[in-house]
């Protein structure tokens, strides 16, 4: 039986199938790689915390500073703050075993490199408005003795000096205002509002009002020659007002019984002008 030979493909039909070919092949995509970071381990981020704190479960200002040492960062150094506010610290130089889990939970750090990691991103939480006014406020807080409703001068000097030196062109100017002031220290109101201030007045004052309904220490004007002739007005105008009601009251009954005639013909004249600076006390 003769062989059947096999017909060959023409040349169109395999330029034909090899597009066909080319165009149903699977692409082969690449794999990606595995991440080789571990993830975040809350028994490691503890084992760090107790590698400062031992057994009390609270490291206080000595552990504070190994600490800032091993993440290179100055204890004075606003990052510190940041940090304190990311852990909720409520006093300032301790760091809870609580305090610590929840805070670096947030940031993701169970080690020193991590944390250093993060330090830019610490740093760049002031340039937020948002954020900036949240540090400012805690800081209130955080740095006032727990037994006091006001913050000491000589503290809240330090704090606004390490929030707003850099920020507030006229914090020289304010700092000098509180070095020569008698305050002895400013209460949450007073606090808030220094950032208010610093924000909403010009550099050259052009939009200070000096009447203003402003509250911080700066906007007083109580040892201002402006202020103290105002008092001096109102005291002057005290003295023409009604000590009482009674007085006033007796003073009209006489003014009646010895001119009778007034009564009748200017009562309610007589009567407005008699108890005006009544009504106006």
Not at 96 to 121: A, N, P, V
Not at 136 to 145: G, I, L, Q
Request: charged share 25%.
């Amino acid at each position: 039986m003769p062989v059947k030979k096999r017909k060959l493909p023409d040349s169109d039909d395999q330029k034909h199938k090899c597009k066909i070919a080319s165009f149903t092949r699977p692409q082969i995509r690449g794999v990606k790689p595995i991440s080789t970071e571990a993830l975040f381990s809350s028994k490691r981020c503890l084992a760090w915390f107790h590698n400062y704190a031992g057994p009390d479960k609270v490291f206080g200002p000595e552990a504070m500073e190994r600490f800032c040492e091993d993440i290179g960062v100055e204890p004075e150094n606003i990052i510190m703050l940041v940090l304190a506010w990311h852990l909720e610290a409520a006093n300032m130089g301790y760091f809870t075993k609580d305090e610590w889990l929840r805070g670096m939970t947030i940031l993701q750090c169970d080690c020193t490199d991590r944390l250093r990691s993060k330090l830019d991103y610490l740093r760049s939480e002031l340039n937020d408005p948002v954020a900036f006014r949240s540090i400012y406020r805690y800081a209130f807080d955080f740095s006032r003795d727990k037994n006091q409703r006001s913050l000491d001068m000589d503290t809240a000097k330090s704090m606004l000096a390490l929030l707003l030196e850099r920020r507030w062109p006229l914090f020289p100017i304010f700092q000098q205002f509180l070095e020569q002031s008698k305050y002895k220290g400013l209460n949450k109101d007073q606090w808030y509002n220094v950032l208010e201030f610093s924000k909403t007045i010009n550099t050259d004052l052009s939009n200070y009002d000096e009447d203003g309904a402003c509250e911080c220490s700066y906007c007083h004007h109580h040892d201002t020659p402006s202020y103290q002739t105002q008092q001096r007005h109102l005291k002057g105008k005290r003295r023409f007002h009604c000590p009482s009601g009674t007085l006033c009251l007796i003073l009209l009954f006489c003014l009646v019984l010895i001119f009778p005639s007034m009564h009748f013909f200017y009562p309610f004249n007589f009567f407005s002008y008699l108890t005006f600076p009544l009504i106006a006390s």
